[in-house]
């Protein structure tokens, strides 16, 4: 596991979308796992510049998100598919057919989970995955349980998840209460994980997942088993590490 201590969002920002960069160089085919919420945004910001500036292109590039709120259609302003249009899709030369999102309309959330279990495995699982962390040490969003989810699944959302993610709502009941999400198991298939934390709320969740016992009440805490993990990170996300 490498971890960079960065001053700053910005700063970290730019790490993250450096190391994302450097593999679309390696590989213009790559698959990509991408993910949404606050921490990702800058790291998006300076993928669209270099893309912009004609210093990476996404021309072959395939994407697989990680989750996706039940109940809400791709064109919500809340929802993940919304959130990676207008964040990075519409500013870079990705062709549209190869971006994927769980389907949050889906009537059979079971069948959908095994419908995009089978699309991430088919084309070979992400070559590097990207990955926030919540308050809890969710990633995606399995949250804290009794075991490790392996694929694809509706997930209950816990009250402290809800709660984090109502400022992007008018209140927090409006906020989901259900999201369809990778699993672990289908998270710790790919070859890279990038991890992107900011923020002294984030400080324990990252000390417990890089330095405590492998729990699934801890979920990020599987990723101390994966062989090529990265964590970038703020001062204040990193406090908590000795």
């Given at each position: 596991m490498r971890i960079y201590r960065e001053k700053d969002y910005d700063a970290m920002?730019?790490?993250?979308?450096?190391?994302?960069?450097?593999?679309?160089?390696?590989?213009?085919?790559?698959?990509?796992?991408?993910?949404?919420?606050?921490?990702?945004v800058g790291t998006y910001k300076n993928l669209v510049a270099w893309n912009k500036q004609g210093d990476i292109s996404f021309k072959e590039v395939r994407s697989v998100n990680l989750d996706e709120y039940y109940g809400l259609s791709g064109d919500h302003d809340q929802s993940y598919r919304y959130f990676m249009q207008t964040n990075l899709f519409d500013h870079v030369d990705i062709v549209p057919e190869n971006t994927n999102v769980p389907n949050g309309l889906a009537q059979d959330p079971a069948a959908e989970g095994e419908r995009y279990e089978a699309l991430v495995a088919s084309l070979g699982y992400a070559d590097l995955q990207l990955l926030g962390m919540g308050?809890?040490?969710?990633?995606?969003?399995?949250?804290?349980?009794?075991?490790?989810?392996?694929?694809?699944?509706?997930?209950?959302?816990?009250?402290s998840t809800i709660e984090a993610n109502a400022r992007f709502f008018a209140s927090a009941d409006d906020v989901p209460k259900q999201a369809l999400s990778m699993g672990i198991g289908t998270i710790m298939k790919a070859r890279k994980i990038l991890?992107?934390?900011?923020?002294?709320?984030?400080?324990?969740?990252?000390?417990?997942?890089?330095?405590?016992?492998?729990?699934?009440?801890v979920p990020a805490s599987i990723l101390q088993l994966h062989p090529d993990v990265t964590i970038v990170g703020d001062e204040a996300a990193l406090s908590g590490l000795k």
């Open positions: 920002s730019r790490r993250a979308a450096t190391i994302i960069a450097a593999q679309i160089v390696a590989k213009p085919d790559c698959v990509l796992g991408l993910a949404t919420g606050s921490s990702p308050r809890n040490g969710h990633i995606g969003f399995n949250e804290p349980c009794g075991e490790f989810p392996l694929i694809t699944h509706l997930v209950d959302l816990t009250e991890v992107v934390v900011s923020g002294e709320d984030k400080a324990d969740a990252v000390a417990k997942a890089v330095q405590g016992p492998i729990t699934p009440e």
